[in-house]
């Protein structure tokens, strides 16, 4: 099975708590804090391996898990941080964030790697917080939960040259007999099912040119009308030709119409992308050896000359015009050091800054719930232990300093209302907060 499109749930590890402790050494009466801090979450990558050609890996297992960062301990002894876990995926694989749709990473080049989910930092041990006016702190940070998100995979096949046609025009026999390829070959449309891959060789029969170029062909499932719109079997498979060096177009010599067909083909192509039509194409005139396809050549030929487009007649089941083929072939792909270097796009990671990322705003969800929004807010209260009366209490202090304390009192809140910051569930108390269990 060719599985080219997944979503799978990613959970980063959470940071580790730091340590509230304090010096117990004989002949050190009072000794100071010494809590260490707890180590940095586990991140989550994917990783190009030039191995993979399909994201089978993800069919059955869809939720992954990235270990936690160590805890922090006595004696200024920091937690160790969480291995990151990495993800390998064929190349060519695009990774969307599937809330939003953003594109995270697009990932072409061997061993090029994005990460996916950020892990928590590590909370502070009490060791930080100790100043010259409060030589005791009992407050130490609990490590930042792990980003977790749902993405989407959507690999999209390198593959030097694509075959597209209408079903039954070739394409799986034209593979055959150009690569050492298997395909299923069937005299009925749909005989394939899912993209097919093989590698050409240029040098022709017995290898007489010297050309060591060695492309390689996807055959892609047959579209149909209306594939771009999501028609038949082949508008599931229109995304794996953007990658691609040069198009062939496979067209049934034998048909009803074949400038109809050649003419559908192109339609679906344009509604998809219509870059697709300025890569270099070459139009396979397919199963010359009948007498019906070879009547309806000339004219078929003549056609394509004044639109610019390159044709050649074959008859892929028995071998007619695989040399000619080869040649076209030949003069529309790139040189050798070209060709081994990754197709456009070569591949990209995005980075996106965080716009005003200490902003707060107040959003009141019911009449009694009101939700505070703030990157930093947010990352504070998942850092604070309110079972530690000095810990609240410095919270309450940093609701003030970013305004999210004022701005919940022009909301009009009140004593006893609830407060949502990220995961973390608060009551409002006219002097003090409290959390909710």
């Known amino acids: 099975m060719f599985l080219d499109r997944v979503k799978v749930n990613l959970r980063a590890g959470d940071g580790g708590n730091g340590a509230s402790t304090f010096r117990r050494e004989a002949h050190v009466p009072r000794g100071g804090p010494d809590g260490g801090d707890g180590g940095r979450g586990s991140s989550i990558y994917f990783r190009v391996d030039a191995g993979q050609t399909t994201l089978r890996d993800f069919q059955y297992k869809h939720h992954f898990r990235a270990p936690a960062g160590g805890q922090g301990q006595r004696a200024r002894r920091h937690g160790a941080a969480g291995d990151d876990l990495i993800l390998d995926v064929p190349p060519g694989t695009a990774v969307y964030d599937d809330a939003t749709g953003e594109l995270i990473a697009d990932l072409v080049a061997m061993g090029q790697s994005a990460m996916a989910a950020r892990g928590g930092r590590g ?50 026999t034209l593979l055959a007999a ?30 007489i040119d ?75 005139f397919n199963k010359i050896d009948l007498p019906v396809a070879a009547e309806a050549w000339p004219a078929f030929a003549k056609a394509r000359k004044r639109d610019g487009l390159r044709t050649v007649a074959i008859a892929a089941s028995t071998g007619v015009g695989i040399d000619a083929f080869r040649a076209a072939i030949a003069d529309l792909l790139p040189t050798s050091g070209e060709l081994d270097a990754p197709p456009e796009p070569s591949g990209v990671v995005v980075h996106r800054l965080d716009a005003s990322p200490d902003r707060v705003t107040v959003l009141q969800e019911s009449e009694n719930v009101y939700r505070v929004v703030g ?34 009192r022009r909301a009009g809140i009140q004593p006893g209302d609830t407060v949502l910051v990220g995961s973390v569930e608060l009551e409002w108390q006219a002097e003090a907060w409290s959390a909710r269990r």
């Open 123 to 172: 909370g502070l041990g009490n060791v930080h917080f100790a100043t010259s006016t409060h030589q005791a702190p009992r407050h130490a940070q609990k490590g930042e939960p792990g980003e977790e998100r749902w993405v989407r995979l959507e690999l999209r096949l390198i593959a030097d040259i694509g075959l597209v046609g209408l079903p039954n025009a070739g394409k799986s």
């Open 375 to 408: 990157r930093m807010i947010e990352r504070i209260a998942s850092q604070t232990n309110f079972e530690v009366e000095e810990s609240a209490e410095r919270f309450q202090r940093d609701l003030e300093r970013l305004g999210a304390d004022a701005a919940l």
């Open 210 to 284: 010297a050309d060591f170029r060695r492309p390689s062909l996807a055959d892609l499932p047959g579209l149909i009308e209306g594939a771009s719109a999501g028609a038949g079997l082949g508008h599931a498979f229109l995304r794996h030709v953007e990658r691609t060096r040069v198009l062939v177009q496979v067209v049934d010599g034998s048909g009803r119409d074949p400038n109809w067909d050649f003419e559908v083909i192109r339609d679906e192509l344009r509604a998809h992308d219509p870059a697709l039509l300025n890569k270099p194409m070459l139009v396979a």
């Open 178 to 207: 150009l690569t050492a390829a298997t395909p299923k070959i069937a005299d009925y449309p749909f005989t394939t099912l899912e993209p097919n891959l093989g590698v050409m060789d240029l040098s022709g029969e017995g290898g």
